[in-house]
Each structure stands twice: as structure tokens, then as C-alpha cells.
């Protein structure tokens, strides 16, 4: 079996994408990879986005439609 490791830096630009700690306390949501632990998770913390709150981690995301880049 292969594990699917990520291609590409997520939301490299958005200040907007965070970790289970960037939303109330406890929540449900996990911090690393229970099969590797070194695989940090990340949540969409923008509030634009259809992806709020849901983790991004493996959707390969390298721009985000909510953020403008300066």
C-alpha cells in the first residue's frame, strides 16, 4: 500500500490556514497523522472559503479563491 504524502506546500500565500488549535477548544479535530506522525494536519480557518474548517491537508490546495495576494 502506498501512502499519499503531499505534492505541493498548502495555502502557500493565506494566512488563513491553521491547525486544530486555531479553532475552540476541544474540538474533534486531529493535529498530526496517525500513520505518520511527522504529517502535520491543516484546517481552512477562512470564513470565504467552502473549505472552512475542513482539514486540507491531502487536497494539494496551492491557491485559495478567498485570498487576494497583494
Do not use: A, W
Amino acid at each position: 500500500r502506498k501512502e499519499k504524502f503531499m505534492k505541493n506546500i498548502l495555502c502557500c500565500d493565506c494566512q488563513y490556514c491553521g491547525d486544530k488549535y486555531s479553532f475552540p477548544l476541544p474540538n474533534d479535530l486531529i493535529e498530526v497523522d496517525s500513520e505518520n506522525p511527522f504529517i502535520k494536519h491543516y484546517y481552512c480557518c477562512c470564513g470565504d472559503s467552502e473549505f472552512y474548517g475542513k482539514d486540507i491537508t491531502n487536497l494539494d490546495l496551492t491557491k485559495c479563491d478567498s485570498f487576494e495576494e497583494l
